[in-house]
């Protein structure tokens, strides 16, 4: 016989109560946790969909001639400045302090060729890269494998005659490329070679209609490029894809401007921060939401454990008559409402989980998972025993407070 | 000195409301002897309670003081005269106020519950003091499984657990009928003639009459005292005690 087990009596002989706060408990844990592990989870989503949105720093040499326009950024390469871009500046990137967070590096020479003798603008890239990159290019065909393969814009295979309109399904459409899913295109590929310069490149692929300037480019290996041109080892242009959950885009811009100070280094953040900021807003929702539950919780709490020290003044003032110290009857009230709010918070925390995991799907499309973390459990714990014992300091102090000849009297 | 002293103790409570109290208890003095079993008798709401929960320490007098074993009780803090109450006061209340969701040696145990022993000696002295009130077999009952008559000495077991120099007992055969009565009574008598200080109150002038002294009180003060040996004398001859 100790002060627990009087709470523990106390416990087994008020189940029904016991259970109703455990469960009140339970729904204000149960709500922080879903809607903090939802947005937790939906930002971790945002952070993999800013490397499938593609660069997000871009690199360029310093220059006062705007000559040709990429992408809606300037590249100088084409004129003849005295700081070009090299190869060496691409493997420069790789050295930065944060590089374990670039997913991506995508160097490029750009350059007017005749393909089929038409002026066109050539892509040299580092094809593994560009295509990790450019993950929304819907490719038929397959990914260049030798050196002399070659991609070919909509618009530029449209005008070679390399491709005409599908009608039924694709038969030999792309095949080989699973993670570019391209599907059935509405063309099918009917020529194999293009003169790129003077020299005939195997077509691998044709990228699907973009509407944006690849659909006018024709891409080729980089070195053959470098070669085509006469510029051996140089670039116009590096993009950087940097893995970004809450990664410092501005750190890794500054990291590589002091690696590469003689270049352009600008980081660009488009859609994606619309996205972000309206998980941020859906994080403060979700914070005022769960304050609102957990202080309804409290304020059961509180009413309960008030008319539990009512209920029990007489049993309160008998133990205090007894030789009970105040401390003691705080001690075994107090073990009581441990037991619960944990026992609430731990309820809470696996219905939270539960909630979001059948929530998620209506939140977002790709892959977003909701993690098992330690570190939520504990503080899901933990602010379930804080709201319980706050909420019940007061009716525990009154309890103590009870005047036992009061309560002894024959009633 | 006597083990107890009362010293000029007054109380009035003071109502919600009406600013001046209604006095219950006027300037009463006696003493309590070791080893005395003292009863107080008196009309309803003479303040016979009040009394006795200012001998129990768990009630502020408004005036006087309050010795016992030499200790001034009302002086100690809150939570060291709970630890006096714990050491020195054994307490048989009118309705038992038993912890219905206890058995009845988790009762005998409460008041050890706080204190620093261990779990086999709380047991063992608590089976002890259900020995003496005859509950030995009854240990895991709990008290609805108990007849009035037990319920009672559940009582007066749980009161006698912590070994306290001082029982209080306020009506303990109030609820009970005649025979159960005195079966409580003669627990109480014969605790006292193996030495147990006993202090207790009662409507009953057969049950006084068990005491060495009667203390009479009415409209909060003490009026007489009556010495009861020959009702004693008379009582240790009547066999159907
Ligand atoms: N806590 C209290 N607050 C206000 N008045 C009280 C309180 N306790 C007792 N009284 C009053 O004090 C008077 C004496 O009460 P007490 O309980 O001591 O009487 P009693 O002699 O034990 O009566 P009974 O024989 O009915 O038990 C009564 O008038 C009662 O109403
Ligand atoms: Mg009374």
Redesign the pocket.
Known sequence: MRISTIAFANLRRRKGKAFFLVSGIGIGIGTAVALLSLSVSLREEIGSQMDQFGANIVVTPHSDSLALDYGGVSVAGVSFDQHQLSNDDAAGIRRIPYRKRLSVVAPKLLGTVDVDGRRTLVAGVDFASELRLKKWWRLAGRAPESASDVLLGYDVARAASAIEPFPGTSADADKSSAHHSAASEEFRITKERVTIGSREHRIAGVIGQTGGPEDRMVFAQLSQVQDLLGRPGQLSVIEVSALCKDCPVEDIVTQIRKELPHANVSAIQQSVRARAEAVDRLSRFSLVVSAVVLAIGALMVFTTMMSAVVERTKEIGVLRAIGFRRTHIIKGLMIEVVIISAAGGIVGWLAGLLASRLALPYFTEAGAQIELRVSLAVFAIAIAMLTGIVSSVYPVIRASRL?P??AV??V | MAFVAVENISKT?N?QGSRI??P?LRDVSTEIGEGEFVCLM???????????TILGAMNHPSQGRLVIDGIDVYALSDERRADFRAQYLGFVFQQHHLMPYLNAIENVMLPLAALPLAAIEKRRRALEVLEKVGLGDKASRLPSQLSGGEQGRLAIARALVNDPPLVLA??PTGTLDTKTGDEIMRIFVELNSRGQTIFM?T?NPANAALAHRVLH?RD?ELEWTSDTKEARAELRFNPTL
């Open positions: 005047d000849s009061e009297r024959y | 409570y109502d109290g209604v219950v008196g009309p309803s709401g003479s303040g016979k309670s009040t009394l006795l306020d009506e109150v409507h009180i909060g």
